[in-house]
């Protein structure tokens, strides 16, 4: 005789789990850590290299570079600068949490201040996933239009901030950014945004303090 | 294509509280999940009939719950509906809004059958467990972990 068994727990619970065990792996090691996630096109290794060049005095990156394959983007990381890891997902359409594990072994944790995880190009499943890093950040871009966010809310939904690329493409694009901000605000009550554009250099000072802020924040942490 | 995660992790979960519940099959699942999740039920059915074969869940129906995205306003306390992409509180006219479901994602209940019996080849009363797993002719019976 068959009979109902309550469960309640999240499908994705078994990866939320290895999630956690990479933060802690993270903590303990002093690095501060993002999720990149954006559409194909967007921005993210170009907004790595800009990272890497703008505060190469001062932190020392690695990147995780996810990508259906190549390693194209984990050399111009390197090319940069930074202790760069490349992983093919093979097809997979997102980063799970067990992947950036196996990322994290190849990586001398000692010698890394940030780890900014560059997810593959996809605006759909990526947010489901969690890495196990401390932020998630969304790159969108204003080619893509301002209505992003109201047709992919699970994407836009739970990132802890909103970069908004090329805006230096204001002036021949119908973009109504003040749109484009509500949508993500209405998703991220208290979320940090970003306007800037990796082609000119315009409004990557505020994502470098805000980057800086937060690895000196986590340190105290750690320390304390 | 990422349904396959979602699947794998689905059976393991299963499987798992099967086997706390000292059950020997699944027959039924019932998910929960939200309409902004990154989930397509037609999509997770086609992975779930190709990964269950010749596990406990073979032959296992999954019914998906979907839950509507509502969004209500921090202000008038009105919900509306997500999909109307204004995004603006047609109660009172403020843009303070605030999601308040739509993004579940959590298997709720299974139904089983039976109770758990050893079978050849398998540890006696470990059936499921790391052990048995390991143990040929147990994983084809209780299936191996998610790969990815």
């Known amino acids: 005789m068959g009979h109902r068994v309550e469960v309640i727990e999240d499908i994705l619970s078994a990866n939320d789990h290895l999630a ?88 001398d944790l000692s010698q890394v201040d940030l780890l900014l995880v560059e997810n593959v190009g996809n605006l759909v499943c990526p947010s489901a996933f969690d890495l196990g890093t401390h932020t998630r950040v969304l790159i969108a871009s204003v080619p893509e239009g301002d209505d992003k966010p109201y047709k992919y809310p699970g994407s836009y939904h739970s990132i802890d901030a909103v970069l908004l690329n090329k805006i230096d493409l204001l002036p021949y694009v119908a973009f109504d950014v003040k749109r484009f901000l509500h949508g993500v605000e209405v998703l991220n009550p208290s979320l940090q945004s970003f306007l800037v554009s990796c082609q000119t250099g315009e409004g990557l000072e505020a994502w470098f303090s805000w980057l800086r802020r937060e690895v000196a924040g986590l340190r105290a942490e750690v320390v304390r | ?93 403020s843009s303070r809004l605030r999601m308040t479901s739509g993004d579940e994602c959590f298997l709720e209940s299974i139904d089983v059958e039976g109770a758990a019996r050893s079978s050849p080849g398998c540890p006696s009363g470990v059936l499921g467990s790391d052990e048995a797993r390991s143990s040929p002719g147990c994983e084809a019976r209780w299936g191996t972990e998610s790969k990815s």
């Open chain 1, 20 to 107: 956690a065990q990479n933060r802690e792996r993270l903590e303990a090691a002093g690095v501060f850590s993002v999720n990149l996630m954006a559409s194909p096109g967007a921005g993210k290794t170009s907004l790595i290299e800009r990272t890497a060049a703008g505060l190469a005095s001062e932190l020392r990156l690695a990147v995780i570079d996810g990508d259906l394959a190549t390693s194209l983007d984990a050399d111009r990381a390197a090319a940069a600068g930074a202790q760069a890891v490349q992983i093919n997902t093979g097809g997979q359409c997102h980063l799970d949490a067990a992947m950036v594990r196996r990322g994290l072994e190849k990586l």
């Open chain 2, 1 to 93: 294509m990422h349904e396959l995660s979602f699947a794998e992790s689905t059976l393991e979960l299963a499987l798992r509280h099967a086997r706390e519940a000292g059950a020997g099959r699944v027959v039924g699942l019932h998910l929960v999940v939200g309409e902004f999740t990154p989930l397509e039920p037609t999509s997770l059915e086609f992975y779930w009939e190709q990964i269950t074969k010749g596990t406990p869940a073979d032959g296992s129906h999954v019914t998906v719950r979907r839950v509507a995205a509502q969004l209500t306003c921090a202000d008038c306390g009105a919900t509306c509906d997500a999909r109307d992409e204004t995004w603006v509180c047609r109660g009172c006219g």
